[in-house]
Structures are given as structure tokens and as C-alpha cells.
């Protein structure tokens, strides 16, 4: 193989390691303030995020450990838009903070560990680049030096990641044991129905879920959500849980396609079990980022709805409602990081009246709440729309039933949020917030990212076209 | 006409009102953005009249097809009928109607006009909408700002009430949703046309019809789901209550005909007998409910209860007369009862206070407003002249071509309703307008322009229907015709 391709298969990959090499010199070079560096690493990330559109190629190397092609490139596109824009979000705090070089180390050798996992042909690439992309995140989680919350969420994640890790290996030690290979295809055609392997199956996707922290392996995510810093948290709600359902859907479809008669209904339960349980905690939270935490819970069992399809349906809704997600999630973390970076607050009760002082940021985290409830126009209503569409395809009627009516348990709480930013009187509003540049480019990405991705289809009908069928 | 100019006109006129600034800019903008749909909704009418005159007898005329998400196969196909077109002639004229009568809206005036317009796109798309996806996308787009009109600029329990009506709302098209996917996966289409051609294995419809039934039957408050409707209205600022009862109800009942009824009529033959049960009762209960009322705006939420019944009870048996009667009575109702709110909101913002009791001898003051509640309240009982009497007769009489024993009492019960009716309009009326004046009421002032235009047009709507009838029978019989068709193919079958 020419050294020219080998590049271009390996550039999204290659970037991200520049960019971490680039840092680290600026770190070794002479003291420089934070605003120089920010604006710096938001434009090698949008480099980044530009590289990735060019040059389209499918390959695999590394013997077959790294394969890549559109579909993949397409999942690391998103990723890379994720980051940049949770890069641009976090300007406002760490414009003051003293780590900031150390901070994108950490968040950008994580994002690297998942590029591999999401390319990974063979178990062992698989799990050295989900334990790449989860220690550094631990650290990261503990950034907020002075909190002490911020270091309780740091060992929680740690814990847990380790936890979920050691059923991840479990697993795929009982799976080396009876198919006697690592590789993805071949591992497809030697597994059956035998009770090891079903076993097998059972902890792989127990470490899965507790990755993307599906019911009943979410105990960990509010409190690392709520104690982390903000930029961590929307890193490890969207970047993180969409790196991990990117894999977990080629897994499924690929490698345990002929156990689909049996991970349908596992999908499923699960899937009804978090959107459940995610609701009902989400409305009784307070606090901004615990209920923001809870509701990604619930959108994680939405997701594995749609898992539930046929493989293209499947595919095609479940990263199309990922991409939305970004666009909605990060819109509204990217206004309550403002508000917590300028004000120091983070309650819902504290939002009241926030329409009379911040009529913009009100509505960006309206929209942002309506997408992610599933109202048109905005995107979240197509996504959440394809996936029960994808999931209801094998006929199951009673579950899609069950979780239609969750969403309007889950309109209820987004609309508390609405309600008290528009209608309640508050004594002490949050002041008027100047919003910095970066912040500003960035929820106007999120807010057009939500208006276009759904009302205009060539994005689905994209993702569609790149979707596996078999 | 290109049909799509209905969606592109309020998203300009929407748009406009973003861009202006101050009140008088914003009204002004959001006054002409309706009148030109309106203009628009009359155009339609014309053309629509010269193709049915020219010998046209396709279901749907002017329908267009864009794909939207081919790989799903969703169109957004659009086109209309007779009973879609009497469905937008409504809506137009109660948003008319609407933004006049919220001339001096002072609170976040932008943002109110802007969502009324918002909500009157919504309902366009859904009159116009072929394809079961796009019907849904606008159903749903005009749930929201009802919640935010309630919340923000209603009285009372506000709060309360703008969840409850945004959260049984959305409960509603959940329960639609679960039936369009079945339908969905039974046709493999979403278009409407296409799948009445197909006629549904019988199974399928008889799981499914119960979903899109009650999906669409919360938004016409039937019984037992009305809850809704009284907290709604009575919060609602005076444009939005208009709104709620003039439009958002009727997504129900028309969604009720032209979802489930025409595309499972097997469905609807075998449940039909629950229907009825559910529309008495939403009849009887609705106008005893009324009586027991004190304030002006729940007397006529209660009252819409029971009149929406009469549409469903029209639905439900099954006969070209009785669905003529229904989307009759959809079309009167309309415009009765946002004259109704439209009044109760003058008398409102002048003697701040809504209850029955507090009030008395307006006539002397305001003549004119008086005047407006007396012929919406003759109008809600059914007095000839106006479109109740039309529209109540027709349900009757389409009623009791239907045989069977239940439904006779179903139909004789419905129309002892009518006596309660007049109990509680003429008590009311009596008391609020007749009778000697307070002192504190004695120096207030009658309707302005504004006012006075949007009841003006409100009330030619209800007394050309009630006049001359023939005219919206004319217009509506084609496309309660082809429902008709779908419902005989249904009995053959059997």
C-alpha cells in the first residue's frame, strides 16, 4: 500500500494527533495568555473538522485492525463538529482557568481513543480505543480544581468505567473462547445460539450500557454529570454516548446478526426500562445539569428503539437522531455553561423570568428543549420520528405505544424549563449576560444545525445512502 | 391556486412580525399577513368553484407531490376538497377575527402575534395536507404555541391549564402516532389517497382505528377526555381562546373523518356504537355541565363540549347526511363560538370581571357588544337563521336515517339537549345583558373599530350559512361524497 493512502485512510486520526503535538509545544514554548491559545485550538479544530470532508475512501489496514469507510468518516464528522462546537462553548470558562493547554490534551486524546473504536475491525482495537477515550476523560472530569463535587465525579467515572470495562473484557474473553478469533467477520459466522456465547453477549452489552448508561447501568451519570464541569459533561453526553452507539449498532448488526432474535427483545426491554426510569427522575431534578442528564437518559432509551430496526432503517435513523442530538444537546448545555461560567448558576429555579433579561438565550434554550422533546419544526421531531418508525417496523406495537406516551411525560419536563424562563416572576432574575464571540457562533450553529437537519431531507436521505443493508 | 402559498403566506407574515418593531408596526403587519390569507382562502374558494363548474370531479383538486424523505417514502402532498376548503375559509377568518379583537395587546406583543400566526400555519398545512406525515408535522406544530398563548398571556390557574391542555394535546398525537405507524406498515405508505384505495386488512383496522380515533378525539374533547377544554379556554387570552375553540378542535374532528373514518371504515362500522355512546354522553353531560357555570368563559368551554359532541355523534353514524351535519356543525361551531369568546373578552376587558352574576343591563351601554352575545348565544341554541339551527338539523336528520334502536335513542336524547341549551344561553344572556345596571358599569363604552369589524365577520359567516345554507352543502357534499364511498365499500364487505 502506497504511504499516500495510508494517510488518507488514517487522517482524521493523523489530525487529531497534530493538533495534540502542536499543543504541546505551545505548552513547552513561552507563557502565552488564554485568549491566544482559544482561538488557536478552535481554529485547528475547525481545520480538523474540515479534513475530515475531503477525500471519501473505504480501506482497512493494520491487518484488518482499522477499517474505515464513508459511513464511518461521516460518524467522525460528527464527533469532530461536536467537539469543535463544545470547544467554542467553553471559551467563557476557560478564559480564566490555568489548564487550559492540559484540558484539550485530555479531551482530544479521549476523542482519539474513540476515532479507533469506532474503526476498529477486531475486539482488541475495539477495547484499547474505548480505554483510550475513557481515562483521560476521568481526569478531565475532575477540572474544576477548586470543586470538590469535581473530583467525587472524577472517581465515580473512574469507578464505573472501570466496572463496565471489566464486563466488557469478561465478555470478550468468553467470545475469544468459543469462536477462537477476535476478528469482527470472521467472529459473525462462528457464533450460534450456544449458552456460553449467549452469555458472552449478555456482559458485552452490559459494558455497552453502561457506557451509554442505559437503565439499570445509569446509577453513575447524574452525579459525574452534576459534578463535572460543564464542557466535560457535554462532552461525555453527546461525544461519548454517540462514539458508543456508533459501535454498538455496527456490532449488533454485524457481528451479532444471528443472534438478532434474541438482542431484539433485550433491546427493547432495556430501551422501555431507560426511557422509563430517565423521565421520572428527570422531573423531579432541580438542578440544570442533573436534569439534563436524566433526559439524555431517556434519549438513550429512544435511541435503542431504534436500534431495534431492521439494519438500514436502524442505522440510518439512529445516527441521524445522534447528529440532531449534538445539534440540541449542545445548544442547551452550551446556555447553561453561559450562565454557569458568567452567573454560578445552575438551578431551574433560577432560570425564572429569564426570558426578561436574556430574550435570545431564552429562546435558543427553548428551541434546544423543544428539539430534544420532539416538536416540529425543529429536527428532534424527524428524529425521534424515524427511530419509532424504524423500531415499530417487526410489529411491536404495545412497547412503541408505551414509549410515545413517555414523550409526553418528557414534554412535561422540558416544558417546565419553559415555563419558568417565560412565565414565572422572579424577584432576582439572572442578570443580562454579554455573550462572548465563540459562544455566539456557536449556538448559532446549533440553532441552524436543529432547523435544517430535520426540515431539509438530503441529510437523512445521506445517511440513509451510506446505511448497510443486509 | 398553488396550494402551498397557505404555509408560505403566514411564514411571511410571521417572518414581517419579527422583523417590525412597536406595536403598531407588528399589528399592522400581522392584520395585513391575515387579510391576504383570507384573500387568499376566498381565491381558493372562486377557483375551486370554477373547476367543480368545469366538470372536474377528482377528489382532491390542485394537489401537488414533493418528495420529501424518499427513502421512507414521505411526500409532502398536498391538496384539497370541498370540506378542507370549508375548513380554511374558517381558519382564515377566525384569524381575522383574532388579531382584531388583540388590537391593544401591550405584553410581549411581538412575540403573541407571532405565535398566533404560527398556530394559524399549523392548522393550514393540516387542512391541506394528503400525506399522513406532513398531517402529523403540522398537528403538532400547532400544539406549542397554545401552551405558550395560555401560559404567558392568559389569567387565572394559567400555568396549570397550559400544561394540562399541552400535555393531554401531545397524549393525543401520541396515541395518533401509534396508529399511523400501523396503518404505515399495513399500506406501506403514508399517502392518504393511495391507502383508501387499498382497503386495510380488517385486523389492522380494528387495532389501529381505536388510536387514531381517540388520538384525534382529545383534540375535539370527546368525552372522556375533555378536561382539557374547560381550563383551556377559560385561561386562554381572549385571540387564543378564539383560537382553541375556532381551530384546534376542529384538527380533531376533521382528523377524526379524514384519518381514521376514511381510511378504516371497517373499523369505524365495528365501533361506531361506542362513538355514539361517547358523543351523548359528551352531549347531555356537556350541556348539564354548562348549567352549573358562573363565569362567562367556562359557560361557553362547557358548551363547546357539548357541541363538539354533535360532531362526533355526526361522525359516528355513519350516514352522508349526518357527516354533512358534522362538518357543518364543525364550520358553525367555529365561528359561533370565537364570536362568543370574542364578545365575553370585550365585556371582559371593560368590566373586568367574567362572572354571570357580577354583571347586568349591558344592553344599555354597549348595545352592540350585547348584541354580538345575543346572536352568538341564539346561534349556540339552534335558533333558524343562523348556522346552529343548519347545522344541528342536519346532524338530527342524518341521525335518524340510521335504523338501529340505540342510535335512535342516541339521537332523541341528543336533541332533548337542545332544551338545556336554551336554559343555560338564555339564563345567562338574560342576566348579563337585560336587567337594571350597576353604577360602576354605567360609564363604559361600546366596541371599537376594530372590534366591531372583527364581529362583523364573524357574524356574516354565521348568518350566510344559516341563510343560505345550500352554499357550504354545495360545497362540501363532493368531499363527503368520497367519504361516503369509502364507507358503502366498508358494507359490501361485510
Known amino acids: 500500500m502506497m504511504l499516500f493512502d495510508f494517510f488518507i485512510l488514517l487522517r482524521q486520526e493523523l489530525m487529531i494527533t497534530a493538533i495534540i503535538f502542536l499543543l504541546l509545544f505551545i505548552k513547552l514554548g513561552k507563557e502565552r495568555n488564554n485568549e491566544t491559545i482559544l482561538l488557536l485550538v478552535n481554529i485547528f479544530l475547525f481545520v480538523n473538522l474540515a479534513v475530515g470532508f475531503c477525500c471519501n475512501t473505504e480501506g482497512a489496514i493494520f491487518s484488518g485492525m482499522f477499517t474505515t469507510n464513508t459511513l464511518v468518516v461521516f460518524e467522525k464528522n460528527i464527533l469532530n463538529l461536536a467537539i469543535w462546537i463544545i470547544s467554542m462553548q467553553s471559551y467563557a470558562w476557560l478564559k480564566t482557568h490555568k489548564q487550559v493547554i492540559e484540558f484539550y490534551l485530555l479531551l482530544l486524546s479521549s476523542l482519539l481513543g474513540m476515532f479507533f473504536m469506532i474503526s476498529s475491525g477486531n475486539l482488541l482495537m475495539f477495547y484499547l480505543g474505548l480505554e483510550m477515550s475513557t481515562i483521560p476523560l476521568a481526569a478531565a472530569a475532575n477540572f474544576d480544581l477548586a470543586k470538590r463535587q469535581s473530583s467525587e465525579a472524577a472517581l465515580k467515572l473512574i469507578i464505573s468505567s472501570a466496572f463496565s470495562s471489566g464486563l466488557l473484557l469478561f465478555g470478550i474473553s468468553f467470545i475469544y473462547g468459543t469462536t477462537g478469533t477476535l476478528v469482527f467477520s470472521e467472529m459473525a459466522t462462528q457464533i450460534t445460539n450456544q449458552p456460553l456465547q449467549l452469555f458472552a453477549f449478555i456482559l458485552l452489552f452490559s459494558g455497552f450500557a453502561f457506557k451509554i448508561s442505559a437503565v439499570p447501568f445509569h446509577l453513575w451519570t447524574a452525579d459525574v454529570y452534576e459534578g463535572a464541569p460543564v464542557a466535560v459533561t457535554s462532552f461525555l453526553s453527546v461525544v461519548s454516548k454517540a462514539a458508543v452507539v456508533f459501535v454498538l449498532v455496527s456490532v449488533l448488526y454485524t457481528v451479532f446478526k444471528s443472534l438478532s432474535e434474541v438482542w431484539y427483545n433485550i433491546v427493547f426491554l432495556i430501551a422501555l426500562l431507560t426511557i422509563i426510569v430517565g423521565n421520572l427522575f428527570a422531573i423531579r431534578q432541580n438542578n440544570m445539569k442533573r436534569f439534563l442528564a436524566f433526559s439524555s437518559i431517556a434519549q438513550v432509551g429512544f435511541i435503542l428503539i431504534g436500534i431495534a430496526g431492521s439494519s438500514q432503517k436502524g442505522t440510518a435513523s439512529v445516527i441521524y437522531f445522534l447528529l440532531i442530538y449534538v445539534f440540541s444537546n449542545l445548544a442547551a448545555f452550551g446556555v447553561v455553561s453561559l450562565v454557569s461560567a458568567i452567573k454560578g448558576k445552575e438551578n431551574i429555579s433560577d432560570y425564572k423570568a429569564f426570558y426578561t433579561t436574556n430574550p435570545m438565550l431564552a429562546w435558543v434554550l427553548t428551541i434546544a428543549l423543544f428539539s430534544l422533546a420532539g416538536v416540529p419544526p425543529t429536527a428532534g421531531f424527524f428524529g425521534k420520528f424515524f427511530l419509532l418508525l424504524a423500531g415499530t417496523e417487526k410489529g411491536s406495537y404495545w412497547p412503541i405505544t408505551i414509549a410515545a406516551l413517555n414523550m409526553v411525560i418528557s414534554f412535561y419536563y422540558y416544558l417546565r424549563v419553559v415555563k419558568a424562563m417565560f412565565m414565572d416572576s422572579n424577584e432576582q432574575p439572572i442578570g443580562k449576560i454579554v455573550i462572548p464571540g465563540f459562544s455566539k457562533i456557536a449556538l448559532f450553529i446549533c440553532v441552524i444545525g436543529i432547523i435544517v437537519t430535520g426540515l431539509f431531507s438530503w441529510i437523512y436521505d445521506y445517511i440513509f445512502s451510506l446505511s448497510p443493508s443486509f | ?3 402551498s402559498l397557505l404555509i408560505i403566506l403566514p411564514f411571511i407574515t410571521a417572518m414581517g412580525i419579527l422583523l417590525s418593531t412597536g406595536l403598531k408596526q407588528v399589528r399592522i403587519v400581522a392584520l395585513a399577513g391575515s387579510f391576504v390569507q383570507l384573500g387568499a382562502a376566498i381565491f381558493l374558494l372562486i377557483q375551486y368553484w370554477q373547476e367543480r363548474s368545469a366538470g372536474n370531479h377528482s377528489p382532491m383538486l390542485f394537489d401537488v407531490t414533493y418528495v420529501w424523505f424518499a427513502a421512507l417514502h414521505i411526500n409532502y402532498h398536498i391538496g384539497v376538497d370541498g370540506i378542507s376548503i370549508a375548513m380554511i375559509l374558517l381558519t382564515a377568518s377566525v384569524v381575522v377575527a383574532g388579531i382584531l379583537v388583540s388590537w391593544d395587546m401591550e405584553k410581549l406583543h411581538k412575540e403573541f402575534f407571532f405565535l398566533l400566526i404560527l398556530l394559524s400555519l399549523g392548522a393550514y398545512g393540516f387542512f391541506i395536507s394528503l400525506d399522513l406525515f406532513t398531517l402529523f408535522f403540522f398537528l403538532e406544530i400547532a400544539v406549542i404555541p397554545k401552551f405558550l398563548l395560555i401560559g404567558i398571556w392568559g389569567s387565572g390557574k394559567k400555568e396549570y391549564s397550559a400544561m394540562k391542555l399541552a400535555l393531554m394535546l401531545m397524549a393525543g398525537t401520541a396515541l395518533i402516532f401509534v396508529g399511523l405507524m400501523g396503518v404505515y406498515y399495513a399500506a406501506h405508505s403514508f399517502d392518504i389517497m393511495e391507502i383508501s384505495q387499498m382497503h386495510l386488512p380488517i385486523e389492522v383496522q380494528k387495532f389501529f382505528f381505536p388510536f387514531a380515533f381517540l388520538g384525534f378525539g382529545i383534540f375535539a374533547a370527546l368525552f372522556p377526555f375533555h378536561t382539557w377544554v374547560p381550563d383551556g379556554h377559560a385561561s386562554a387570552p381572549t385571540a387564543a381562546s378564539m383560537f382553541l375553540a375556532g381551530i384546534s378542535m376542529k384538527l380533531g374532528g376533521y382528523g377524526c373523518l379524514r384519518v381514521a373514518t376514511f381510511l378504516m371504515p371497517d373499523a369505524a362500522h365495528a365501533y361506531s356504537w361506542i362513538i355514539i355512546l361517547l358523543a351523548t354522553i359528551a352531549i347531555i353531560y356537556g350541556a348539564f355541565a354548562t348549567m352549573m357555570q358562573t363565569d362567562l368563559k367556562y359557560i361557553n368551554a362547557y358548551s363547546s363540549i357539548s357541541h363538539c359532541g354533535f360532531v362526533i355523534l355526526g361522525i359516528g353514524m355513519l350516514t352522508q347526511t349526518s357527516i354533512n351535519g358534522a362538518v357543518i356543525q364543525m364550520v358553525s361551531h367555529g365561528l359561533m363560538t370565537a364570536l362568543f369568546f370574542a364578545a365575553i373578552g370585550m365585556i371582559y376587558s371593560r368590566t373586568h370581571t367574567r362572572m354571570v352574576a357580577q354583571l347586568g343591563g349591558l344592553l344599555k351601554v354597549m348595545p352592540f357588544i350585547s348584541t354580538l352575545f345575543v346572536i352568538a348565544g341564539l346561534c349556540s341554541l339552534g335558533l333558524p337563521g343562523f348556522s346552529g339551527f343548519v347545522a344541528e338539523m342536519t346532524v338530527f336528520m342524518g341521525s335518524w ?8 335513542i ?19 344572556t338574560g342576566k348579563t345583558i337585560m336587567g337594571p345596571i350597576s353604577n360602576t358599569y354605567s360609564h363604559l363604552t361600546d366596541a371599537t373599530w376594530n372590534e366591531k369589524l372583527a364581529a362583523g365577520i364573524l357574524v356574516a359567516g354565521i348568518v350566510l ?27 359490501t364487505i361485510k
Open chain 2, 1 to 3: 391556486m398553488n396550494l
Open chain 2, 465 to 491: 350559512i344559516g341563510v343560505a345554507p345550500f352554499l357550504i352543502n354545495q360545497l362540501i357534499v363532493p368531499g363527503t361524497e368520497n367519504i361516503m364511498l369509502q364507507i358503502g365499500k366498508a358494507i
Open chain 2, 401 to 408: 336515517q340510521n335504523p338501529d334502536t340505540l342510535y335512535r
Open chain 2, 410 to 428: 342516541a339521537t332523541i336524547l341528543a336533541c332533548a339537549s337542545i332544551v338545556v341549551t336554551a336554559v343555560y344561553i338564555l339564563r345567562a
